[in-house]
C-alpha cells in the first residue's frame, strides 16, 4: 500500500509538473503571437507613415516648380526633415535632387549608342578613378544589338560564367544591378555612386547640382580645377541660364558646349523617407519624376 501510494504520488508530480510546463508553453506561444502581430500592425502603421512622407515631398516639389523655373542648393525643399513626432513614433527625411549626376541610361537611346553621352561618361569614370574602357561593358549591356565593343561584353561572355545569364539590353533600373555588368564590382559602383544616376529618360546634367567632376566631364577639355572653380563661383549666385553657366567657363572652352545636355531645372528627385512606429522602423527611397507645375509621378518606391 505504501509503494503504491508513493506511485501515485510520483505519477501526480509529474502530471502536474507536465501540466504546468504546457500551460507555460502556451502562455509563451500566445505571448509571442500577441508580439508578432503587434510588430506586423506597427510595420503596417510605419509603412503608412513612410508613404504619407513620400507624398509630402510630392506636394513641395509641385509647389517649388509654380513658384520658380531654377532648381538649385539653397531651395528649401533641399534642407532635410529632421525626424518629428507622429502618433506612437516619428517620420523624417529628404529629398535628392538627380540630374546633378551623369544618367547612365543615356549611353542608349532607342537601343542605339549615343556617342556624345558616351565620351561624356569617359570622361566621368576618369575623373572619379574608374577606368574608362568599363564603359563599352556597359553600353554593350544597355544596347539593343550583339555586337561586343571593344573591351565590353554580350551574351557570348556571359553565358560562359559559372552561372550564366544574358545581357539586358535595355536601360537600367537602379545602380545595384551595374554589379551584374562585368567589370562593375560593389567597390566600383561605390565609387560611382555620388557622381551617377539611372533615370527611365535622356536627361541633361543641372549645372546648379553637378560635382566638379561632372561638369568637367560635361564640358570637353575642361580640367577639373577649372569646373572646381566654376562651383565656387556658383556657391553664392546660382545659374539662372545656361548661358550664365557657359559665361563663367574659360573662353577656350565656350565653343565646345552643348547647350542641350545642361539644365537648371530637375525633373527627377529620389525621396528618402525614414520612419518609425512602435517598435518597428522602415526605410524607403522613392524616385520623383516632376513636370511642370503638375503633381509628381511616382516612379519607384523600395525599401533601402
Known sequence: MRRQAGIALITAVITAALVAALAAWIAWRQQLWFFQLENQLDQSQARAIAYAGVQLARFTLRDDARNNQVDHLG????????????????????????????????????????????????????????????????????????????????????????????????????????????????????????????????????????????????????????????????????FATTAQFADVLPERVRNKVRFEALSVQSRYFISEVDARFGRVTVRYAALLERNGPDFPRLIWMRQR
Open 75 to 238: 531651395e528649401p525643399w533641399n534642407v532635410p526633415i529632421p525626424a518629428i513626432p507622429v502618433e506612437q513614433g516619428k517620420v523624417g527625411g529628404r529629398l535628392l535632387e538627380q540630374q546633378g549626376r551623369f544618367n547612365l541610361n543615356n549611353l542608349v537611346v532607342n537601343g542605339l549608342a549615343n556617342d556624345n553621352e558616351i565620351a561624356t561618361c569617359r570622361r566621368v569614370f576618369e575623373f572619379v578613378g574608374v577606368s574608362p574602357q568599363r564603359v563599352d561593358a556597359l553600353v554593350d549591356w544597355l544596347d539593343a544589338d550583339s555586337e561586343t565593343r571593344p573591351g565590353g561584353a554580350e551574351d557570348a561572355d556571359y553565358l560562359a560564367m559559372p552561372q550564366p545569364y544574358r545581357a539586358a539590353n535595355r536601360p537600367l533600373t537602379d545602380l545595384a544591378s551595374l554589379t551584374r555588368i562585368r567589370g562593375f564590382d560593389a567597390d566600383t559602383v561605390a565609387r560611382l555612386a555620388p557622381f551617377v544616376t539611372v533615370l527611365p529618360q535622356l536627361t541633361p546634367i543641372d549645372v546648379n547640382f553637378a560635382s566638379p567632376e561632372v561638369i568637367a566631364a560635361v564640358v570637353p577639355e575642361l580640367t577639373l580645377s577649372d569646373a572646381q572653380a566654376v562651383v565656387s563661383r556658383r556657391a553664392g549666385r546660382p
